[in-house]
């Protein structure tokens, strides 16, 4: 039976793969331009880092994480029919996000020492959820995400979408395609009230709501703001709004984020029923959407998480970060006819006319690759022919041929093939002489 690859799961190759590198190459020339530092964190954590975050009552936690038990521990979990003996080290989950992982990683290695400089990281990593895989919805996806850690100042929530904005910009995708939707979720001083009043809301009008809504109520109430079903949705707009209940800190926060983004000249809209699905955001949260196909779902999003650091067991300390996700990206930059693949790199072909020769063109490729350019010879013995049909397939800007003529002359003629103009060169100035040529 051919093996088959995990469902919701993509390969990355050819001209996908190619994208994915851009994608990072325009992250970390942007983030090091603001400061930010790459880091890699495990994709594997244990799980209680991603319940004390993101919330135990949360539809990431609660379905989408996927669990993760060593082999020998395997059949005793299945044994038992549950992961209950298991001591918190051994319960492990591979990661849905890339905040709790980061915030862990800087509470763990004391990176932001009280009082200390703010810590501004970057990442660019697989994610997994358990989700109903679907277009722009995958098991296994990619993000490039960002973290600031030490700054409460809304300038940091200002700056974090300009970032946003302008990654988008260097991407290709053009601010008139996005939307920017913003909100405040407000903190531990005025939550805790909406949170009930969206309780309240909700069982008031528990007769007209589906099931999981009414489950919400108890649990995660203002999730019922993102339910499936439109009805619910129709029925939630009538619900109270976070920004009629911000404390005045809040609201002075919230406030002087928007003077920021007006004075940047950033369009956004406020949307009050914005809650984000995780529980670590205070303040400031904010979604981009691609424009063109609203099929495709939120291209990024993220927001403030000032109590998440004490959640993960460090000193209180604020917290804003935001990621974008790359398939969403790609499927938006398609949308908008902008390739991002770009063009298949070209190289240069070593071809020798007698298999005699192979010696004297491992030599050549040896001395070409040593001065780093990208070269391709023949390893099968094939005809001159069909080895100038390998260098068109490998798109081959010139081809090193080398004859026994020219060997015995300690020469290599080189082809320029698209104008098929041929050179003779120094076999000791090979590399110097095709770099000249590919200019
Ligand atoms: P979130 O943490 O859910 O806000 O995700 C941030 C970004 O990651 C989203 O805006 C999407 O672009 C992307 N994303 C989230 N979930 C998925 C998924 N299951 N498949 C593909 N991309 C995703």
Redesign the pocket.
Same mark, same amino acid.
């Given at each position: 039976m051919q093996a088959q690859k995990a469902q919701g799961t993509e390969d990355l190759f050819g001209g996908y793969m190619r994208a994915w590198q851009h994608m990072q190459e325009v992250a970390s020339t942007l983030f090091d331009a603001y400061g930010f530092d790459m880091i890699e964190t495990p994709a594997m954590e244990q799980v209680d880092t991603f319940v004390h975050g993101i919330g135990e009552s949360t539809d990431v936690v609660r379905k989408e994480m996927f669990r993760a038990v060593s082999g020998a521990l395997y059949e005793q979990v299945m044994g038992a029919g549950s992961e209950s003996g298991l001591k918190p080290r051994q319960r492990l989950a591979l990661r849905p996000?890339g905040t709790a992982g980061v915030v862990r990683a800087a509470v763990e290695n004391n990176l932001v020492p009280q009082g200390g400089a703010p810590v501004k990281v970057w990442y660019a990593e697989a994610?997994f *959820?358990g989700?109903r895989p679907q277009k722009?919805?995958?098991?296994q996806?990619h993000?490039v995400g960002m973290e600031w850690l030490g700054a409460a100042d809304p300038a940091a929530d200002a700056e974090s979408i300009i970032v946003l904005m302008e990654f988008y910009r260097r991407l290709g995708l053009d601010a008139s395609k996005l939307r920017l939707k913003i909100n405040s979720m407000g903190d531990a001083t005025c939550r805790p009230a909406y949170r009930d009043s969206v309780r309240s809301f909700i069982l008031d009008h528990a007769d007209e709501m589906c099931d999981d809504c009414i489950e919400r109520a108890e649990i995660n109430p203002l999730r019922a703001f993102d339910c499936k079903n439109d009805h619910c949705r129709e029925v939630m707009a009538a619900a109270p709004k976070v920004t009629d209940c911000l404390c005045d800190d809040c609201a002075a926060h919230y406030a002087q984020v928007k003077a920021y983004l007006d004075e940047a000249g950033i369009s956004y809209e406020e949307d009050p029923t914005l809650v *984000?699905?995780?529980d670590y955001y205070t303040r400031t949260v904010f979604?981009v959407e691609y424009a063109g196909d609203a099929n495709i779902?939120?291209?990024?999003?993220g927001g403030r998480y000032d109590g998440l650091m004490e959640l993960e067991g460090g000193k209180p300390t604020p917290g804003i970060g935001f990621?974008?996700?790359f398939?969403?990206i790609a499927l938006a930059l398609s949308d908008a006819g902008v390739d991002m693949a770009g063009e298949e790199p070209g190289c240069v072909y070593v071809a020798n006319t007698d298999p005699d020769l192979r010696g004297a063109a491992f030599t050549a490729t040896l001395a070409l690759r040593g001065a780093g350019i990208r070269t391709e010879a023949d390893y099968q013995g094939r005809s001159l022919k069909s080895q100038f049909k390998q260098a068109d397939k490998h798109h081959a800007r010139l081809c090193v041929i080398l004859g026994p003529d020219e060997v015995a002359a300690g020469a290599a003629t080189v082809r320029d093939m698209s104008t098929h103009e041929q050179v003779s060169v120094p076999m000791g100035e090979l590399a110097e002489g095709v770099t000249r040529m590919l200019g």
């Open positions: 996000e994610m *959820r989700e722009g919805r995958l098991r996806f993000q *984000r699905g995780l979604e779902g939120a291209i990024g999003g990621a974008v996700g398939e969403r």
